[in-house]
């Protein structure tokens, strides 16, 4: 049974540019949460998906967007980056939100902002 | 809003000695609380999670934890530490399994 997966592992972009994460739930899970790792902290929420709409967002600026496709897999879009983006992206699927349901999460996307 | 206090950036402990890391939360509806585990360039890993009952929480790797809500703490325990425990833990609470608000983290370093 496939974990979830994240693509790439390892990112380096300079500012300005935009870039676009993947991700692939769990087997059987419909709901996406991404969120943000900087360096020595705790993991921030960014958004989450279900049903290919935005359920619920964080304290993220409109740079940050996202997408869930009818595979239930999801994208995370950055734009205009700054430096300040660089950090782990980490993203969690679970079952439908706002059940007793762990989120389980993938290996993450360590990304570089130069 | 709800929030996350983990107490102690760093905690050492001997191996075989016991595992103490506190966590202590702020929520204004009945929380759902967890502990994570992350170790170096990985993702998180459940090591145990509360939602209803039972308040005495056994996880996986001989974890407990035990919620005590006149505290709003809950602090997560072993027994006996092992060299394979070092990592950094994360407590985190939720609303009824929507996002997750996460501590800073704690990392545990175990001495041989």
């Known amino acids: 049974d496939a974990g979830v997966t994240q693509s790439p592992t390892h990112l380096i972009k300079t500012r300005g540019q935009q870039v676009t994460l993947r991700c692939s739930p769990k087997?059987?899970?419909?709901?996406v949460s991404w969120y943000q790792q900087a360096l020595g902290q705790g993991p921030q929420f960014i958004f989450q998906?279900?049903?290919?709409?935005?359920?619920q967002r964080g304290n993220f600026p409109d740079r940050f967007s996202g997408h869930q496709f009818p595979n239930y897999s999801s994208e995370l879009n950055v734009n205009a980056l700054l430096l300040g983006d660089s950090a782990l992206y980490l993203c969690?699927?679970?079952?439908?939100?706002?059940?007793?349901?762990?989120?389980?999460f993938g290996p993450g996307t360590r990304l570089t902002v130069t | 809003a709800q929030s996350v206090t983990q107490l102690g950036s760093h905690v050492s402990v001997s191996e075989g000695a016991l595992v103490l890391l506190r966590c202590n939360y702020s929520?204004?509806?009945?929380?759902?609380l967890f502990w994570y585990v992350q170790y170096p360039n990985q993702g998180l890993q459940l090591l145990l999670k509360?939602?209803?009952?039972?308040?005495l929480v056994k996880g996986i790797n001989g974890f407990e934890a035990e919620f005590k809500k006149s505290e709003t703490s809950f602090h997560l325990t072993k027994p006996s530490a092992h060299m394979s425990d070092a990592a950094e833990y994360f407590c985190?609470?939720?609303?009824?399994?929507?996002?997750?608000?996460f501590g800073a983290g704690t990392i545990l370093r175990v001495k041989s």
């Open positions: 087997s059987g899970h419909d709901t």
């Open positions: 929520s204004s509806v009945p929380p759902y």
């Open positions: 509360y939602t209803t009952g039972a308040t």
């Open positions: 998906y279900y049903e290919e709409e935005e359920r």
């Open positions: 969690a699927s679970s079952l439908e939100p706002g059940l007793n349901y762990e989120q389980y």
């Open positions: 985190a609470v939720s609303e009824r399994g929507n996002k997750l608000v």
